[in-house]
Structure formats: structure tokens, C-alpha cells
């Protein structure tokens, strides 16, 4: 692309508070960026304004010339979008209160419920046609334009835009960070000194392999972790704080004592996956996980938009600092043609051996002006790959159900889901959870169905 002054980025869902100050900033602080043109877009007009404002002190405080704007409609926003950055989250919070409390009252316990398991699923369900829905309006306003998307559950959407549409689709995750980090605290090294292999789905990814300036340290790090030196580093750190987002790296240390490998994403998405420790509360207490409850999210919001506020009302400065995410090193890379390496979620064209071709996988991407295109990994381990296969399917289910609108499609995927479990009352708790989002599956009540 021709990085003569700045990209066109479009924001879907610039309004969110958690997401919003982090990229804009970032995107602001970039210099192969400069003279950009940001546009914010939300369907929730207030947080919409809250975010523009924002947006102005944050661009001035970082002596910034990125160009702002804000787009009431989709269309606006999209209109000659070079990339679209995609996070929404259909229903919000209300929706969510249902993916968790019905499971509840059935005895389903989820930890977070965005990604697998019945909150999964019909968060999954409710998004699956908004999002092609916007890739649709991609398609007829920037066709060119690549789709950074943030939105969960990553897989399963990421998947649904690329077999739906034909437009480019990279699905993108921070869960590696707090492992990285976790190493290099352990080894006293910076984190650019690390060298890892790591493959699988989003929020189930796995570290088979570490390196320290090219030593290999990997039987030591797992050895380490086994033995629980990353789990006192992180409880000492927490120091007793009870917020669910922190990892206490109880499960990742009796995962990799268990099977040899490392789970990489935090530790309340890794027990989803593997749901035996959820069933019982003592190992919930003996894991230490922890329930993010919609009272928590809550919280987190309006913690989050109340730091917002103060900004704009001129209460507290700007913090002008980069964030971890490394949405705009990619945006970057793409506009400047430049190399760059980062984990991306893109369909499998033979990154991982031995899953469906197209089905999306998260790996190491190499991201140069001609796009993302995923590195091989090659073949998962035998014991890691028992675990991920039956997930892998099961997202392929559930994206044929969400673009068929075929309900039955999407009782069987949500009966062969692990936290399930082939749950005696599996067809009601479905069937309720199916009625109190009735109004968010139009796919479901539509005569005319997409190609799938």
C-alpha cells in the first residue's frame, strides 16, 4: 500500500471504553502512521462522544497529526477504509448476564463464557450476523480494506467473515503477553530476547518450545513452572487482590506439570477448555478460578469510563505512553511494506498439520505490505492436539449454524461443547438461553439464509 500520507483506519465500536484510549493512543504514537485518518463509529452515541473527546485530548497531548473523525453510520465510517478495526460486543452486558446466569442455574459453571461453552456459543450465535454484516458493507465500501478484529469469541467470528465474504479477516489476541512476560521475569532477560513455538486456537494456545538468546531453555522453563515458581511470582504480585482479571497461573503450572506443554492464555479462558476443574469448587479454590461475574464487568466499565471522563473534563492528563497491543505495529507494517512477526488468528493454510484447511488457528504471522500470512508450525503434539481437535470441529459447527441459521446445528454444538457435557437438561438450558436472545439470532427467523 502507498503510506503517502497515513492510512484510513475505521474504529467499529471506537466507543468502547476499555479498547478505545489503548488503540487510539497507540495509533496516535505511531510514526509510520502519521497523517492518518482515524474514524470513530458506534452504535451507542454517548460512548461515541466520550471517546471523540477523549480522542482530541490524547492526540494533542502526544503532539500527534493524526486527523480524527466520528461516523454515525457504518457506511461513513467504512467509506475508502484502508483497515477496519472490529470490537463490539452484540447485547453488551445485558446479553452476557444470560450467557452466564442460565448455565448457573443449571450448574455450568464458566469462568469467563466469551469463547467455548454455552456463554461462548451464543455470544457466537448473536454476533456471527452483525459482523458479516459489516464485512458485507466492507465489501461494498473498501473491498480492499483488511479486518482487524477483536471481538470474541475470536475463532469462531474471525472464521465466519473469511467463509462468508471475501473480505481479508485477521483475528487478533493479547493473551500471549502475560506468558512472555512471565519468562522473562523468570530468566531476567528482556522479552525481545525470547524465542518461542506456540500454536492452537485463541485462548487455548500452547508453548511447546522457549529460547533465550537461541539457547534452548525449554525442558527448564516447563520444569520451573511445574514446580510452581510462576505461580508464586504471580501471587506475589497480586498480593491478595481478588480481581479476576489477574493470571494466578493455577492452572497454566498444573497444566504444564500434567502434560509437559504450556498453556499461553490466561488462566480463567484455559479452564473453559478443559472443564474438569470447574465441575469441582474445591479444585476451583485449589486453581484459584476465578468467576468474572457481570458485576465485575460492570465495575470494570464504569471504572474505565469514569478514567475517560476525567480526561475530557480536564480532571486528570493523558498518560502518553504505548500500550502492549500490537495493532498498530501490524497497521504499520501493512502501510510501510515493512517485516514484522506477530500472533495472528488466520484460516489454516497449513500452519498447523492435521486440521481442516480454513479452519482459523492462532500461530506466529508474518505481516508485510501484501497482508498477514500465517508461519508453520507444523504438527501439534499428540497429547495437545487430543485436546484442541474436538474444539476445532465443534467451532466449525457452530459457524455453519450461525450463517444457516439451522438450529438443531447449533443444539448439537452446544451439547458436544466439554462444559456441557452431555448435560442431562442440555436441551433446556439451550432453549432458554435460545429464547432470551431471541431478539439478537435474526439468522434464525430469516427465510432468505446466506451462502455458507
Known amino acids: ?37 482515524l474514524t470513530l463509529h458506534d452504535i451507542n452515541r454517548e460512548a461515541l462522544e466520550d471517546m471523540f473527546s477523549w480522542a482530541e485530548k490524547a492526540v494533542e497531548a ?16 467504512l467509506e475508502g477504509a484502508d483497515f477496519v478495526i472490529l470490537s463490539i460486543s452484540t447485547g453488551g452486558l445485558e446479553a452476557m448476564t444470560h450467557d452466564l446466569e442460565i448455565p448457573a442455574r443449571y450448574g455450568v459453571v464458566q469462568t469467563v463464557g466469551d469463547t467455548v461453552g454455552p456463554g461462548g456459543l451464543f455470544r457466537a450465535l448473536r454476533n456471527i450476523p452483525v459482523v458479516v454484516g459489516i464485512a458485507r458493507a466492507m465489501e461494498e465500501c473498501c473491498p480492499d480494506a483488511l479486518m482487524l478484529n477483536l471481538t470474541n469469541p475470536m475463532t469462531v467470528l474471525t472464521r465466519a467473515v473469511n467463509k462468508a465474504t471475501s473480505v481479508r479477516c485477521v483475528g487478533l489476541c493479547h493473551e500471549l503477553f502475560s506468558t512472555l512476560g512471565m519468562l522473562s521475569e523468570m530468566f531476567e532477560v528482556p522479552e525481545e530476547a525470547l524465542s518461542v513455538r506456540v500454536a492452537g486456537i485463541n485462548h487455548f494456545i500452547w508453548v511447546t518450545g522457549v529460547a533465550v538468546y537461541g539457547r534452548n531453555i525449554t525442558e527448564e522453563a516447563f520444569r520451573r513452572i511445574a514446580e510452581g515458581e510462576a505461580r508464586g511470582i504471580a501471587l506475589e504480585k497480586a498480593g491478595g487482590n481478588p480481581d479476576p ?18 498453556p499461553a492464555a490466561g488462566d480463567r479462558h484455559v479452564c473453559e477448555f478443559v472443564p474438569g476443574y470447574l465441575y469441582y469448587e474445591r479444585e476451583r479454590e485449589r486453581l484459584d478460578l476465578r468467576l468474572t461475574t457481570i458485576d465485575t464487568r460492570r465495575e470494570h466499565l464504569a471504572a474505565n469510563r469514569e478514567r475517560v471522563r476525567r480526561v475530557i473534563n480536564g480532571e486528570e492528563p493523558v498518560e502518553v505512553e504505548r500500550s502492549r497491543e500490537e495493532i498498530s505495529d501490524i497497521i504499520a507494517s501493512i502501510w510501510t511494506g515493512e517485516d514484522s512477526i506477530n500472533i495472528v488468528n488466520l484460516p489454516n493454510r497449513g500452519q498447523i498439520s492435521g486440521l481442516p484447511r480454513g479452519a482459523v488457528v492462532e500461530t506466529y504471522g508474518a505481516i508485510n505490505g501484501l497482508g498477514a500470512c500465517g508461519i508453520a508450525f507444523g504438527e501439534l503434539p499428540s497429547v495437545i492436539a487430543a485436546m484442541i481437535y474436538p474444539h476445532v470441529f465443534n467451532q466449525e ?16 454444538a452446544f451439547a458436544n461443547d466439554p462444559l456441557i457435557g452431555h448435560h442431562p437438561d442440555s436441551r433446556s438450558m439451550f432453549e432458554e438461553m435460545f429464547e432470551a436472545h431471541s431478539g439478537y439470532l435474526t439468522q434464525f427467523r430469516t427465510a432468505a439464509r446466506p451462502n455458507v
Open 62 to 77: 502526544a503532539g500527534s497529526d493524526l486527523r480524527l473523525e466520528k461516523a454515525a453510520q457504518l457506511e461513513q465510517a
Open 245 to 262: 482479571f489477574i493470571n494466578t497461573w493455577g492452572i497454566r503450572s498444573e497444566l504444564c506439570r500434567l502434560y509437559g506443554y504450556l
Open 397 to 412: 459447527t457452530i459457524v455453519h449454524a450461525g450463517l444457516s441459521g439451522d438450529k438443531e446445528l447449533a443444539f448439537r
Open 1 to 37: 500500500m502507498d503510506g503517502c500520507g497515513g492510512p484510513k483506519i475505521a474504529f467499529i465500536g471506537g466507543g468502547s471504553y476499555q479498547w478505545g484510549p489503548k488503540l487510539i493512543l497507540d495509533i496516535a504514537l505511531n510514526e509510520n502512521l502519521r497523517g492518518g485518518l
